[in-house]
């Protein structure tokens, strides 16, 4: 603990809003060794990312930043550095990767471009040695055939692929210290694997301090030597890793650590009667290819033959990486989307080639939960008003002091206080709005909900609080659910069986212990190993 | 687990909790630029309501002892220097010996004192009849605070007058155009396909007018005595012809981004019909861009009257606006003569500016995403 490479001290940031000013960190001190690792753990709003962005001086123009902060780098004071020493430092000592991949890269050059822009902006080099240099970084991130991808753009690549340029311009000039900021939070989670070890084996090459950002513990278990856990703008807890995973002091870490989703679905009856069914599902979008005046269209397949069937009571998990067309196909079974061939059935009753208004008896019994509670709530409305759409277009409950006890019992069962009713949805978090999403389904007594990655834009702590809701409900309501998703615990934790997607097929199904546990596929066996192994 | 959520949850509680309107509402009132603007506008309007009591004259009345009368200035302190009630000084005429000009000079002699909430000719507001008036001279005796034209109209009552025939053409086209702007855009963005392509090939077509040439050939279309009120009604209709387009196509982009997100799919998988859908998820949310558009288009409609009442082709007299009061300094003998008769432009600019400052101050309140 004696070399120190930065030290922060009290360092605390407010925002001036509207509103007034909004304490967003205060009194977070913590330090890095050179060649260390240490992860900064917190659910969104607990202030890691500012703290970050305070070291880097890269603060919005509303922050004020503390007076007593102190954030000394290499034996020298960060905060008197005036702007100009700051770019100086930034990118060439101390660099940073941002979470989103396609969005940090600069979209109209070429990533060779961009990279050799990093380098020449802090170094004097020849055109060719600059060349040579970048290959050189390239191909130490390990991206396959680095000479082609100098010269292509940040969309030819894949998300994980362009995370390796960011890594890349990161080591550009062999820093002393990087900031990861969630880097892996975007990517699927093979990728994610690929990314960690990726940086872990460059850490140990290079000798740099890491500072990684982060809400999944996993990630923290797998390459942090010390961590810092935050709320609420505060440090709560410190430690090296094992120790704190091992003996947590603090209720907040404690409560942390417990969120891993547990537990397993209740046994299924096998002969309770199906209610979902879809055979041979294929959905085809048409694309135009070649130049203007060529006619050719291309037809890709985003769902090819994919069966599903769901009983009442079961939950069905449909697990794959982005792209793999789960969601297509979930989207297409209850009709929120269009099927070119298979057959859909709802209680054997056929549904595919219904119009809109022949559907729209079924809706009520045919819900969705969608994957951002953010978009899926309509702004405008009060909750009361969100929850009452689905009764009053379908003509359910006698008269408004019915709907109201409807309302008022599907508040009760996601457990959110009736005074809620009577507010917007941007008042509420991300969990309190998916359960007011979960409410708007359940009011309308649906036989079957269609979860699209219901948690995945959620913290880890309401993450499990939501799988333990919908549980409790599927108990309460006979609910059958299909379940999407690209994490294999949430999986393990709710769904009866599973089906694995890979480019619009299914390449492995059945019961979720026995996919999970011995996978047959290669490309499953991949994913088991990426969602719970610690990475090597 | 539960009880973390909920426990947060309680602390929100003790918050206030605003709508949109009210959120709107707190921000703008801090915007001093878009208040002034919004003061401005109210002025506007309290002069086009009340331009009977506030105007001295009908916009009719001559006085043809004073045809080309300068301004009469008000004037509070007295000749020894000691305030007084307040007064205006009438004109000797003389006659400029070399060029046989009138010139009108001030004269200390012929002092006018106001008389306020005076009597004078009678008003009608609502059916009622008034006769009061905010200022007149005593006794009856003429006065002219913007002076007056070659017929000894008084240009103050006249532009007071105008104000309305202005305003109205302005809120008619404004509402107007909103009114087919909105319905066609969002049917226009919700519907898509082949509604979309039809809408979108006419919107092109009425961008691609000539505009000018179109004011001119409605001049020529109508025959030279027509009903002032036929012609007024026709201008009307091709404003709002040429304002509604640019609405519809920006609406259709908003309405096509709404449709796809997720709320809008919600309410689809709960069994909404379309019109459900259009009246109580996409329409207010188009509602702010409607009203920041409107504020920005009243401007620009009293722009376009006044210049082309100017050219003439706009309303025609008897009927009074900003527009047709400038078409008497057309030519440039009457503008050197009576410089005073450009006081209209002053009405302009300030109304101009008004709605403007309030249309900018909208859009920052309106701004779901500004912090300040």
Not at chain 2, 308 to 328: C, D, E, R, T, Y
Request: aromatic share 8%; net charge negative.
């Amino acid at each position: 603990m004696t070399d120190q490479l930065l030290k922060i001290d009290n360092v605390a940031v407010s925002f001036r809003t509207s509103s007034g000013t909004t304490e967003a960190v205060k009194d977070v001190s913590y330090s890095v060794a050179k060649g260390e690792t240490l992860a900064v753990v917190g659910e969104s709003g607990s202030g890691k990312s500012v703290t970050a962005r305070a070291i880097m001086g890269m603060l919005a123009p509303n922050a004020i930043v503390g007076e007593d902060t102190a954030i000394e780098f290499d034996g020298k004071d960060l905060t008197k550095f005036s702007e100009i020493e700051m770019q100086e430092l930034r990118g060439n000592r101390i660099s940073m990767i941002f979470q989103e991949p396609l969005t940090s890269l600069n979209p109209v050059h070429k990533v060779g471009d961009q990279v050799a822009e990093i380098i020449s902006s802090h170094r004097r080099l020849s055109k060719s040695d600059l060349k040579a240099e970048v290959i050189r970084l390239l191909t130490e991130v390990q991206l396959p055939n680095p000479e082609a991808r100098y010269a292509q753009y940040p969309h030819e690549m894949s998300g994980g692929q362009r995370q390796r340029v960011m890594i890349a311009m990161a080591l550009a000039n062999d820093p002393d210290l990087l900031i990861a900021d969630e880097p892996t939070t975007a990517l699927d989670v093979t990728v994610q694997a690929e990314i960690l070890s990726l940086l872990k084996v460059l850490q140990a090459k290079h000798h740099m301090a890491v500072i990684l950002i982060t809400h999944d513990l996993t990630v923290v278990q797998s390459v942090s030597d010390r961590v810092v856990v935050m709320r609420r703008g505060e440090v709560v807890e410190r430690g090296a890793t094992a120790d704190v995973f091992e003996n947590p002091q603090h209720d907040y870490t404690k409560h942390l650590i417990n969120s891993e989703p547990k537990g397993l679905p209740d046994p299924l009856d096998d002969n309770a009667p199906i209610v979902m069914d879809g055979k041979d599902l294929r959905i085809v979008f048409t694309l135009r290819s070649g130049g203007f005046f060529s006619g050719k269209k291309v037809e890709l397949a985003a769902v090819d033959g994919v069966s599903a069937s769901i009983r009442r009571g079961e939950t069905l998990g449909i697990v794959g990486e982005s792209g793999s067309g789960k969601t297509t196909f979930g989207m297409s079974l209850i009709r929120l989307g269009e099927t070119q061939e298979g057959e859909i059935s709802f209680h054997d009753k056929r549904i595919e080639r219904l119009s809109r208004n022949e559907m729209r008896p079924l809706r009520p019994r045919i819900q969705v939960v969608f994957q951002d509670p953010f978009s899926s709530l309509n702004p405008r409305m009060i909750v009361r008003q969100i929850l009452e759409e689905g009764l009053v277009v379908n003509n359910l409950g006698a008269n408004a002091a019915e709907r109201r006890d409807m309302i008022h019992t599907a508040m009760d069962d996601v457990q959110m206080p009736h005074s809620a009713l009577e507010r917007f949805p941007h008042e509420f978090s991300g969990g309190q709005r998916q359960r007011l999403a979960i409410a708007r389904a359940i009011v309308l007594k649906p036989e079957f909900i269609l979860l699209d990655e219901p948690t995945s834009a959620l913290d880890l702590s309401i993450q499990a609080q939501i799988i333990d809701l919908l549980r409790d409900l599927r108990r309460k309501h006979g609910l059958s659910y299909l379940f999407i998703s690209h994490d294999l615990k949430v999986v393990k934790a709710l769904c009866h069986n599973t089906i694995v997607m890979q480019h619009g097929k299914v390449v492995e199904a059945g019961p979720t212990d026995k996919v999970l546990s011995n996978p047959e596929t290669a490309y499953t066996q991949r994913l088991v190993k990426a969602a719970f192994e610690v990475v090597a | 687990m539960a009880s973390v959520d909920l426990s947060m949850n309680a602390e929100e509680e003790a918050k206030h909790s605003l709508t949109y309107w009210q959120l709107v509402r707190r921000r703008f009132r801090r915007n001093r630029y878009g208040m002034a603007g919004f003061i401005g506008c109210c002025f506007i309007f309290f002069i086009a309501i009340f331009s009977g009591f506030l105007a001295p004259y009908s916009a009719g009345t001559r006085d043809s002892a004073a045809l080309f009368s300068p301004p009469q200035s008000i004037h509070i302190i007295d000749v020894d220097g000691g305030i007084t009630w307040p007064y205006v000084l009438g004109f000797d005429e003389q006659m400029d010996p070399v060029t046989f000009a009138f010139t009108f000079v001030p004269s200390e002699e012929k002092k006018i004192p106001l008389d306020f909430f005076a009597r004078g000719e009678t008003w009608s507001f609502l059916g009622m009849e008034f006769d009061r008036h905010f200022v007149l001279g005593e006794n009856g005796q003429p006065v002219h605070f913007l002076g007056t034209d070659g017929l000894g109209r008084d240009v103050l009552s006249r532009a007071i007058h105008g104000s309305r025939i202005t305003l109205i053409m302005g809120l008619v086209v404004m509402a107007a155009a909103c009114i087919i702007g909105t319905t066609v855009g969002i049917t226009s963005g919700y519907f898509g396909g082949l509604t979309d392509t039809i809408i979108q090939r006419i919107i092109e077509f009425v961008k691609s007018f000539p505009d000018l040439p179109l004011y001119l050939a409605l001049l020529a279309i109508l025959p030279r005595r027509a009903d002032p009120m036929t012609i007024f009604i026709m201008f009307a209709s091709i404003l709002v012809l040429l304002q509604w387009a640019d609405l519809a196509r920006e609406l259709r982009g908003k309405v096509i981004a709404i449709r796809s997100v997720e709320f809008v799919r919600a309410a689809v998988a709960v069994g909404a019909t379309d019109k459900r859908i259009i009246f109580r998820h996409i329409a207010p949310s188009m509602s702010s861009h409607v009203i920041v558009w409107a504020t920005y288009t009243l401007p620009n409609v009293i722009l376009l009257e006044s210049f082309l009442s100017f050219l003439g082709v706009g309303i025609q007299a008897p009927m009074i606006s900003w527009g047709v009061m400038l078409n008497q300094v057309r030519d440039f003998q009457a503008l050197a003569a009576a410089p005073w008769l450009l006081a209209p432009v002053g009405f302009i600019i300030l109304s101009v500016l008004s709605f403007n400052a309030l249309g900018d101050g909208l859009r920052d309140a309106m701004d779901p995403y500004s912090n300040d």
